[in-house]
């Protein structure tokens, strides 16, 4: 079946460092891809997606790219901020399928 | 308008009472979403309504009773909860499958 493994983390870094976490998938046929951040207290966001191979996710200075020969989109950021705390959950979804299947989430902590 | 709609933000009830879950969407999505959520834990999936029909039930227990009463509105009718059953429930929508999926913020369930 359908599964997406990522670092579980907690990962803890200092404002401006460099942020990757790591996502892989697998999947009969070619999944789009998601990740999703949840703040404290709130539901979750949509951060970025990608929906073929070598498409390039983007949002807030986040970035991650579909990768097809590796089963793999992880995340990245050059300088992370304290405000990017949160918990992150990368997802796929199957062609025509309603059901999202998520990575157990990793917790990031941006420390000043 | 990227907003799914969930009232209310906080619930308590007991275990003998009924109570209901509500959320809305005015984006136009066909496909809408209810997922359970434990601490520390991915969501995950309850039931998916798709066109107004009920198109996957996740085997949850018949104490969860969903409701699709048009395509912005989803209501989780909920009736003799168990402790085990306080959890973040999320509402969300998609377009259609292998789209996108917006989230509430959700609804912080305390069954005692």
């Known amino acids: 079946g359908n599964s997406v493994t990522q670092m579980e983390g907690p990962v803890t870094l200092s404002e401006e460092a460099f942020l990757t976490i790591n996502c892989t998938y697998t999947?009969?046929?070619?999944?789009?891809l998601f990740w999703y951040v949840q703040y404290p207290g709130e539901g979750l966001q949509l951060l970025l997606k990608?929906?073929?191979?070598?498409d390039k996710g983007s949002n807030k200075g986040f970035e991650a790219t579909y990768r097809k020969e590796t089963t793999s989109f992880h995340l990245e950021k050059g300088s992370v901020q304290v405000s990017d705390s949160a918990v992150y959950f990368c997802?796929?979804?199957?062609?025509?399928?309603?059901?999202?299947?998520f990575g157990k989430g990793t917790k990031l902590s941006v420390i000043p | 308008d990227t907003e799914v709609t969930q009232t209310p933000k906080h619930l308590v009830m007991g275990m003998t009472n009924k109570k209901s879950l509500k959320c809305e969407q005015h984006?136009?999505?066909?496909?809408m979403y209810w997922y359970k959520q434990k601490a520390k834990k991915p969501p995950e999936l309850m039931f998916v309504?798709?066109?107004?029909?009920?198109?996957i039930n996740e085997s949850v227990p018949s104490r969860f009773s969903p409701e699709c009463p048009n395509s912005s509105l989803l209501n989780l009718h909920l009736h003799a909860l168990q402790p085990e059953d306080s959890a973040l429930y999320l509402c969300?929508?998609?377009?259609?499958?292998?789209?996108?999926?917006?989230f509430g913020q959700g609804t912080r369930l305390t069954v005692v």
């Open positions: 999947a009969t046929g070619y999944p789009s």
């Open positions: 984006m136009g999505h066909r496909a």
């Open positions: 990608a929906t073929k191979a070598d």
């Open positions: 969300a929508s998609s377009q259609t499958g292998n789209t996108e999926a917006f």
């Open positions: 309504y798709s066109y107004e029909k009920l198109s």
């Open positions: 997802a796929q979804a199957g062609a025509g399928s309603y059901q999202l299947t």
